[in-house]
């Protein structure tokens, strides 16, 4: 009875978990009414390495509305890859809570941290390039999240390989971003000690303190 009551309780967490999926995939559809080629310019816009002036370019051809669709299908699959992870390691509860809040806390700590290096540098020309670049870069990362979350609830969470996975693609997508910005920053003829400032207090201690931490914690 008892091992009836498990496997029941099991079902519906993965009924709920491929409703957000569904939630995530609809956003997707209707970001692609709106802007039909948006998935092929997601993509393009993602590998992009323009000059900061010219990020309005390929802005011009997806609408606001689809944008805010992207990034909501990011934020979803996002959520639920984390929480996904988290579940190899933590019971259910602790893993929902645990993945929002690092969940939050990652994306309000991409929105902050470039600011602040350009309040020191009194260069606020580029804070809206690099919130041009965290567009393109969560925008394109949430279709692979999203991908990423239905292969686990077909395969399981107690997959390695997915788990592996999750990591490459935060780590691989958190480079990228930084690539992106860097060559931004170098590009407005930001002064070099200014992005050593930037990268290693901002960007790449704070990340390097949680995955100690982490690794430490429970490996």
Request: charged share 15%; hydrophobic share 55%.
């Amino acid at each position: 009875m008892q091992r009836f009551e498990l496997i029941e309780r099991a079902s519906q967490m993965n009924s709920y978990l491929l409703f957000v999926s569904l939630l995530s995939l609809t956003f997707i559809a209707y970001a692609r009414i709106s802007t039909p080629d948006a998935l092929t310019l997601s993509w393009k816009r993602f590998w992009k390495l323009s000059r900061v002036e010219s990020f309005g370019f390929d802005d011009e051809k997806i609408r606001p509305e689809t944008q805010s669709l992207l990034l909501g299908n990011f934020f979803i699959s996002f959520c639920l890859s984390t929480f996904l992870f988290f579940l190899t390691y933590f019971q259910r509860t602790e893993a929902f809570v645990l993945a929002l809040v690092f969940v939050v806390g990652f994306l309000i700590f991409q929105l902050i941290n470039f600011r602040i290096a350009l309040l020191i540098t009194d260069n606020w020309k580029l804070v809206s390039g690099i919130s041009e670049i965290n567009k393109q870069v969560w925008s394109f990362s949430g279709l692979v999240y999203l991908g990423l979350s239905f292969l686990w609830l077909i395969y399981g969470q107690s997959n390695n390989l997915l788990n592996i996975s999750f990591v490459v693609l935060f780590f691989a997508a958190y480079v990228w971003r930084l690539v992106k910005a860097w060559r931004a920053c170098v590009q407005a003829n930001l002064e070099w000690y200014y992005l050593i400032l930037y990268l290693c207090a901002l960007e790449i201690l704070p990340i390097l303190f949680v995955w100690r931490w982490f690794s430490g914690e429970y490996n």
